[in-house]
């Protein structure tokens, strides 16, 4: 094993990828606009749902109901006529028709008295934001025009991780962060390892002195240098300009996207010996990518996946790394109780490694 | 690099065959290479010549049969930085440019610092590329790229060079200035393999190899596979050796 050679090769990726815009975009930049448009989608304003009220006579409960739903911010309200409400939630104007009636009081031990509520109604997500905001602040004004202390009784949540502003972006953008970096590096060790098969430059390679360890330790070099460069700069701009949640160590969080990113490499180097086109190549993400996607508990919880699943769950090295990289970013966990996460993770990029050194010797074959 | 006995066979290959499946590639290939000669092979495609040259070169490896190059057997780790090799494709990186190309495969071969620097100069100028060192190699000409190919393989002094068609698609010109160094590197005691479908380079080889389906019709110097055969031409000695006399009579096939 000589290192001068080793770093050779890593020099020469790194050479490559300085020269080739494309994949460096790929690889920084990407990212950033993906976990942008994320940042985007859970905390940007939501396409605003109006409520349109019908207040029939200027009840002061009525004037509070009203109150309290601006306060809420979740809905925009409207004050109309009857029958401007009618015509303007028919055209899709206004998402619902609260009709508050003239004499709209609090009185204890009568038979409760009915508020209409008018529902566009074709859209659920229209409808539940509409619903939630008038049963979070119906009964808080009720009760206050009743008793101005408010509920008497009041829940008071108290969070070991997260808080009050933890939102979806907070759970989501730390195993985005080990996706992107694993999708990213597996495509293109990949489609690099494939072009110096096609160009034939494997073939000098393979006459050289360089042995076949020192091939795929210098791929692992040179494209865990881009890997780290790729997780620190997706690290940093969560952090920093999503502000996302944030409290374990910043140094595990790239310990974890590195081992996971250096398994990727020689997935990459190992797959693409089955691969003849780039378009093979491609061809793998469905197979090697999606379903890891799907069952790595990304988006849904592994405990919530039916029990055949959650077992090829197990056997994906993604899951290992979004739970540790939550564990780290959510919880603060530190390495003591993600041992088991380090094991497989590098137990994976050490299979890989023996994989992509074998198929390697088949060249020669 | 280390110092060495002088060897005065080079390359000793006994009775190698390879088969990819059913298909014999090599069927029994004998031969022998003193120090310091052209080894012409020569053959149509397909018969072998590369597979053939892949296997002195440690790419492949024999089903059966065995090489010894300057006196180890190859495939050999030891062996690989005496030789130079030469593939039909550039295979060298497209993106990266001539210095860069050549500094990775230089430093693979243990050159460095003032001494790989210098090498390429050289090497680069003695071909003509000393001026497109800066150059990305997907701006170069088939010819371009072969002549940095030859770089590649000459850039570490090889005590043997293995050449497959390096002259292919060369004009005239480049053609002749490519044997003219081939002459030169053999008279300084290197050693080369060069496979060649163009008779008319045959001339230039002090052995010639005939290969046809995988065998070995014959291994001599033009001077000798003439007067073997009665033939003027080295096409038709190649004809008379390949067991068709009667293409020469219709003018020739190759």
Redesign the interface.
């Given at each position: 094993m000589s290192r001068r050679r080793v770093l050779a090769l890593a020099k020469r990726i790194v050479h490559q990828f300085r020269r080739d815009h494309r994949s460096l975009f790929l690889l920084i930049v990407v990212p950033i606009i993906v976990l942008s448009l994320l940042g985007w989608i859970y905390r940007g304003s939501a396409r605003s749902v109006t409520v349109a009220v019908v207040d029939q006579g200027s009840s002061p409960l009525a004037a509070q109901i009203v109150q309290g739903l601006q306060q809420d911010g979740t809905v925009k309200v409207r004050q109309m006529d009857a029958a401007a409400a009618t015509s303007a939630v028919d055209r899709g104007d206004v998402d619902a028709v609260l009709t508050l009636p003239a004499d709209l009081k609090v009185t204890l031990g009568a038979p409760p008295q009915q508020i209409q509520l008018t529902l566009e109604g074709s859209d659920p997500g229209t409808t539940g934001t509409v619903l939630a905001a008038l049963n979070r602040t119906l009964p808080q004004t009720i009760v206050k025009a009743v008793s101005p202390a408010g509920l008497p009784i009041q829940l008071a949540p108290v969070f070991l991780h997260g808080g009050p502003q933890f939102d979806q972006l907070d759970y989501f953008a730390p195993v985005f962060i080990g996706f992107f970096g694993f999708f990213f590096v597996f495509l293109l060790t990949s489609v690099s390892f494939l072009r110096e098969r096609m160009e034939g430059s494997i073939e000098r390679l393979i006459v050289s002195p360089l042995s076949r360890g020192e091939i795929v330790l210098g791929y692992v070099l040179g494209f865990a240098l881009f890997a780290t460069l790729q997780s620190v700069v997706m690290v940093l701009f969560a952090v920093y300009v999503l502000r996302i949640h944030y409290a374990g160590h910043i140094g595990l969080v790239f310990l974890f996207t590195i081992l996971l990113t250096l398994g990727a490499v020689n997935l990459g180097i190992f797959l693409s010996t089955f691969a003849r086109t780039e378009l093979q190549v491609v061809q793998f993400i469905p197979i090697v990518i999606v379903p890891q996607g799907l069952l790595s508990g990304i988006i849904w919880p592994i405990a919530a996946l039916p029990r055949p699943l959650q077992w090829l769950s197990d056997v994906m090295p993604l899951t290992y790394a979004n739970q540790a990289l939550r564990g780290v970013m959510i919880r603060g966990d530190g390495l003591a109780s993600l041992w088991v996460n380090v094991t497989v993770l590098v137990g994976f990029a050490v299979l890989m490694v023996v994989l992509g050194t074998s198929t390697l010797r088949r060249e020669t074959a | 690099m280390e110092t060495m006995e002088p060897v005065e066979t080079v390359i000793d290959a006994q009775d190698v065959t390879r088969r990819f499946g059913d298909i014999q590639a090599l069927d029994g290939i004998t031969l022998r290479v003193p120090r310091g000669v052209i080894y012409g092979l020569l053959g149509p495609s397909g018969s072998g010549k590369t597979t053939f040259i892949?296997i002195l070169?440690?790419?492949?490896?024999a089903s059966s049969g065995t090489v010894t190059l300057l006196g180890r057997p190859q495939?050999s780790?030891a062996n690989?930085?005496h030789?130079g090799?030469m593939?039909?494709?550039?295979?060298?990186?497209?993106?990266?440019s001539l210095r860069?190309n050549l500094?990775?495969?230089g430093?693979?071969?243990?050159l460095?610092g003032r001494r790989l620097s210098e090498r390429i100069e050289e090497i680069a100028g003695e071909v003509g590329l000393g001026d497109r060192l800066a150059g990305?190699l997907h701006t170069f000409s088939g010819g371009m790229r072969q002549r940095a190919s030859l770089c590649?393989a000459l850039l570490h002094e090889p005590d043997l060079l293995i050449l497959d068609e390096p002259t292919v698609g060369l004009d005239p010109v480049l053609r002749r200035a490519f044997w003219d160094r081939f002459r030169r590197l053999a008279d300084v005691g290197r050693t080369l393999v060069v496979s060649s479908h163009v008779m008319d380079e045959a001339e230039r080889c002090d052995v010639l190899g005939f290969v046809r389906d995988g065998r070995l019709l014959a291994s001599d110097s033009p001077a000798a596979l003439r007067q073997l055969t009665g033939q003027t031409s080295l096409e038709d000695a190649f004809l008379v050796l390949a067991g068709e006399p009667a293409a020469i009579a219709e003018g020739g096939v190759r």
């Open positions: - | 892949r070169a440690g790419a492949l490896r495939p780790r690989a930085a030789i090799y593939t039909q494709t550039a295979a060298m990186y497209p993106d990266l860069e500094e990775f495969f430093a693979l071969y243990g460095e990305p590649c």
